[in-house]
Every structure is written in C-alpha cells, then in structure tokens.
C-alpha cells in the first residue's frame, strides 16, 4: 500500500517532521481514534499537538491511519480481550454480591415476592452455568436422539449402510 506525502505544517508555519506526525498518527490509533486523549497523552509526552491539528491528519491520512492500525491490530485486540475481561470480571463480582444479598434476604424471611427471588436466582444460575460451560469447552446442551431400532435402521438405509430389507428382530 502506497501511503500519502505528508505535508504536515505547525501553526508557525514551520514543517511538522514526517515520523513526528507518523508517531502521533500511531498514539491515535492506540487510543481507539481519541483525537482528545491522544492529544493529552502527546503533550504529556512532550510532543505538543493541537487537536484540531491531530483531527485534521486523522482526516488527511487515512492511509496512514490503516497502515498502524493493521500493524498494530494484534495488540490493540490484545487490550479489547483485557479490557472485556476486567469488565466481565467486575460485572461477575456485582451479580455474586447481589446473589449473596438475595439469598442472606431470603434467609431472614426479608424478601415481598419469592418467586421472583426465585426466578432471578434461577435465570443467574442458569446463565452462569452457560457461560461455565462454554468458556471450558464443555457441551451446554444434550440433543437426545431417536433412540428406537427402527429409526436407527431407517437412517443407516438412508445412509446406504444396510439395505432397506433389515428388519427389527423383537427377541
């Protein structure tokens, strides 16, 4: 992919070197497109851009843009993966305290509907046990199969591994 010139030029008029505004193009892809974070964590840094300047380069070299986001999509997939973590892993403390409150209020004879106690711990239990399932590899559902010799016949006939003729002997 051939990428664009860049002709970048500072407020002063002078020219904005080409791997500074590569290296900021980069901060912006890192921080998801924040042209207001990049901007802040570039300043921080020591390499002062305007956001309106960094909008503008977003803008002007899409090109560019693609070229660091593809080179960089294993670690920016890297930091979803965490990010989606820590949220799971906080949500999941959220619903076991709440789990542990409804049962402690349930205990104390403190609960107005205890069906829908009921019900909420149940559809909890029920998604939990989902999730387990799933992130272990382990089967979430059980496809019960007709299990009659008959029908067992009939599917190997169909798949052609016996003849039509077999029959079910009931001794």
Same mark, same amino acid.
């Given at each position: 992919?051939?990428?664009?010139?860049?002709?970048?030029?500072?407020?002063?008029?002078?020219?904005?070197?080409?791997?500074?505004?590569?290296?900021?193009?980069?901060?912006?892809?890192?921080?998801?497109?924040?042209? +207001? +974070?990049?901007? +802040?964590?570039?300043?921080?840094?020591?390499?002062?851009?305007?956001?309106?300047?960094?909008?503008?380069?977003?803008?002007?070299?899409?090109?560019?843009?693609?070229?660091? %986001?593809?080179?960089?999509?294993?670690?920016?997939?890297?930091? #979803?993966?965490?990010?989606?973590?820590?949220?799971?892993? %906080? %949500?999941?403390?959220?619903?076991?305290?709440?789990?542990?409150?409804?049962?402690?209020? #349930?205990?104390?004879?403190?609960?107005?509907?205890?069906?829908?106690?009921?019900?909420?711990?149940?559809?909890?239990?029920? #998604?939990?046990?989902? *999730?387990?399932?799933?992130?272990?590899?382990?089967?979430?559902? #059980?496809?019960?199969?007709?299990? *009659?010799?008959?029908?067992?016949? %009939?599917?190997?006939?169909?798949?052609?591994?016996?003849?039509?003729?077999?029959?079910?002997?009931?001794?």
């Amino acid at each position: 992919m051939e990428l664009e010139r860049i002709n970048a030029v500072r407020p002063d008029k002078s020219k904005y070197e080409d791997d500074f505004v590569d290296q900021a193009l980069l901060h912006l892809v890192l921080n998801d497109y924040n042209v +207001r +974070r990049t901007a +802040r964590e570039l300043t921080a840094a020591g390499m002062k851009v305007p956001e309106k300047t960094l909008a503008g380069w977003r803008d002007a070299y899409p090109r560019r843009l693609q070229f660091h %986001a593809t080179e960089t999509a294993r670690e920016l997939e890297e930091r #979803i993966v965490t990010k989606h973590r820590a949220v799971a892993s %906080a %949500a999941l403390d959220g619903v076991m305290l709440a789990t542990e409150k409804e049962v402690e209020k #349930i205990k104390a004879g403190d609960v107005r509907d205890y069906a829908a106690s009921a019900r909420n711990l149940a559809t909890t239990s029920a #998604i939990s046990t989902d *999730k387990l399932l799933a992130l272990t590899g382990r089967p979430s559902s #059980i496809v019960q199969h007709d299990r *009659k010799p008959e029908a067992i016949l %009939a599917r190997l006939a169909k798949l052609g591994v016996v003849d039509g003729t077999a029959e079910v002997d009931d001794d």
